[in-house]
């Protein structure tokens, strides 16, 4: 039986990962949860955003299940003991360095999308997010020059083998859809990018299948909302890709509808809604559990040798949301609750 880490989190986090809940219960499989605290939550009653305990669990589960940490409250607090550094430090600890944030459109979503409704309906992409380097954990700091002024900086780097790594998931993600890989990076200004640039070019050679592109980061911002068809897989690092999934979100309709799966290198993952926790709506049942219910459908896939299930979950959401499904994100008038009741009633 499969042991599934439930870290609901912050804000909306607890409120969408109710529904992702439901929904999994609804399948009947063979699942058992820990339910442990990260986070804001977890700073307020054990004095850590990622406590031991909360590691242990996530150590032995099979698979983790993840609402969003980030708590206003805590904005003030020296950075380690943020809510931020319980998901920088789950990615980290538990080598979950690739990130697989894929945008589609769901049928009857063109009107919720940012882009005009066929421009929108092209949108079918994955970005592969590199997630355990570049200058979210290079050295970082304060100083104060000699002349009075303070400064902050954030140091970027990635060595070959970061790159050759998340450069491999992203081929092997084009060889299995559509054979397009764009590799997205600043080389024109950054050393970083331009070494990323060389070894992606390296790696290209083992996947003649793939066609290989590469792109500034500035103009993929742009392409992404004037042509979002054009892209299959974008393969990135941890900065760009951060960005570029937020922007792709609206694209495909809403921030509320983007799964991720987090991946090491031997199945394990860490899956979570690509958004945060949504302070301005927290706790008024106004946000859209649809990314959560899809991050569980993307865990049972990845993790759980469970596609079949996962199919199941992807289908009820599309049928859900062709029916007429919507939360407030989507234009509609639905609770986060409404919305599971909708996919449930499809399963
Ligand atoms: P956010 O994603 O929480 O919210 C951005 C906007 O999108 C808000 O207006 C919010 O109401 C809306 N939104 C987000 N998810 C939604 C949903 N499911 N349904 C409907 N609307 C939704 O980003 P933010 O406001 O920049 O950050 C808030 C906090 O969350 C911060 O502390 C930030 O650090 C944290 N954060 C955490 C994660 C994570 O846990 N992985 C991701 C992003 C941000
Ligand atoms: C995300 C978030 C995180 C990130 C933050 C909360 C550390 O924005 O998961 O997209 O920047 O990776
Ligand atoms: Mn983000």
Redesign the pocket.
């Known amino acids: 039986m499969a042991l599934i880490a439930l870290l609901p989190?912050d804000?909306?986090?607890p409120e969408?990962i109710t529904q992702a809940r439901r929904v999994l219960d609804a399948l009947d499989l063979d699942l058992t949860y820990e339910e442990v605290p990260v986070?804001g939550v977890a700073y307020h009653t054990l004095g850590h955003p990622l406590p031991e305990s909360t590691l242990d669990v996530a150590r032995r589960a099979d698979a983790l299940l993840?609402?969003?940490?980030?708590?206003?409250t805590c904005?003030n607090l020296e950075r380690s003991l943020r809510?931020?550094q319980a998901?920088l430090g789950l990615r980290k600890h538990l080598g979950l360095f690739s990130n697989l944030r894929p945008a589609t459109l769901f049928e009857g979503l063109e009107d919720a999308s940012a882009l005009k409704p066929e421009v929108a309906r092209q949108i079918d992409l994955v970005i592969v997010r590199e997630l355990n380097g570049d200058v979210y954990f290079g050295e970082k700091g304060r100083r104060v020059r000699p002349d009075g002024a303070r400064e902050g900086y954030d140091i970027m780097s990635y060595d070959e083998h970061e790159v050759r790594r998340i450069a491999r998931v992203g081929f092997e993600t084009a060889r299995k859809r559509r054979g397009q890989l764009c590799s997205v990076d600043k080389a024109n200004v950054l050393e970083t990018s331009q070494l990323w640039r060389d070894v992606v070019i390296e790696v290209a050679a083992d996947y003649p299948d793939v066609t290989l592109s590469h792109m500034y980061v500035d103009n993929a911002a742009m392409q992404l909302v004037r042509n979002p068809g054009q892209f299959d897989v974008i393969v990135t690092g941890n900065l760009f890709g951060d960005i570029l999934s937020?922007q792709a979100s609206m694209c495909a309709g809403?921030?509320?509808m983007l799964p991720s799966a987090s991946l090491d290198d031997a199945g394990k993952g860490l899956y979570?809604?690509?958004?945060?926790?949504?302070?301005?709506?927290a706790g008024q049942g106004?946000?859209?559990?649809c990314?959560a219910i899809l991050s569980a459908a993307l865990m049972l896939r990845h993790s759980l040798g469970q596609a079949a299930a996962a199919d199941r979950i992807e289908a009820a959401v599309a049928r859900a949301i062709r029916d007429g499904a919507r939360?407030?994100?989507l234009g509609g008038t639905m609770t986060t609750s409404a919305m599971g009741d909708a996919v449930l009633g499809v399963l």
């Open positions: 989190g804000g909306i986090g969408v986070g993840f609402g969003a940490v980030g708590d206003p904005d809510p931020e998901i937020d809403s921030i509320g979570e809604p690509i958004h945060g926790s949504a302070p301005d709506i106004k946000a859209n559990p990314a939360t407030a994100d």
